[in-house]
T-cell receptor, first 111, second 114 residues
């Protein structure tokens, strides 16, 4: 996913907030996604945001979108050990059905 | 349970061997796709299908073939395996290619080519 960039690693203490950042390049992307991958498993859709929105909140998850800077972030409040996983940012340009993924951010939650 | 089923979960091949990775979904999804996941590179699209009888190439199609004879099945064929094809392969599906609510992923096939 060379068009979608993420930092590769994030360490956070249990109970703190995690913030995972992502930048994308295709300004025509209408939908942006966050996926979670636990060890040995496939990807699970966490949340998505439409490009005409600035923020979306879903329980402990908050997605912020800065369309001008093409910057997307995922905030996890009160991070738990079960949140340890790889988180992928993905964009969906107008081309038919093709998701463009970032390289993934490994989040490690320490007690 | 409804979802995307991939088989096998693990496979070791010798260089030059051929094999087929199976993917089946029981959700009547029109759109299916294959990705490969490599460390530090995220997921890259190999091939996709917008319906039975229709397939197209993704970002990294070389060395792989697909077919879509039924809505449910979307097998991925490696004709002559190479070490560069060592990877984790994921199949994903959705109701349509225009689906905006994300895709359902299988649990993956870990392939090693020696």
């Amino acid at each position: 996913g060379e068009d979608v960039e993420q930092s590769l690693f994030l360490s956070v203490r249990e109970g703190d907030s995690s913030v995972i950042n992502c930048t994308y390049t295709d300004s025509s992307s209408t939908y942006l996604y966050w996926y979670k991958q636990e060890p040995g498993a496939g990807l699970q859709l966490l949340t998505y945001i439409f490009s005409n929105m600035d923020m979306k909140q879903d329980q402990r998850l908050t997605v912020l979108l800065n369309k001008k800077d093409k910057h997307l972030s995922l905030r996890i409040a009160d991070t738990q050990t079960g949140d340890s996983a790889i988180y992928f940012c993905a964009e969906k340009p107008d081309s038919w059905g093709k998701l463009q993924f970032g390289a993934g951010t490994q989040v490690v939650v320490t007690p | 349970n409804a979802g995307v089923t991939q088989t096998p979960k693990f496979q070791v091949l010798k260089t030059g061997q051929s094999m087929t990775l199976q993917c089946a979904q029981d959700m009547n999804h029109e759109y299916m796709s294959w990705y490969r996941q490599d460390p530090g590179m995220g997921l890259r699209l190999i091939h996709y299908s917008v319906g039975a009888g229709i397939t197209d190439q993704g970002e990294v199609p070389n060395g792989y073939n697909v077919s879509r004879s039924t809505t449910e099945d979307f097998p991925l064929r490696l004709l002559s395996a190479a070490p560069s094809q060592t990877s984790v392969y994921f199949c994903a599906s959705s109701y349509s290619a225009g689906e905006n609510y994300g895709y359902t992923f299988g649990s993956g096939t870990r392939l090693t080519v020696v």
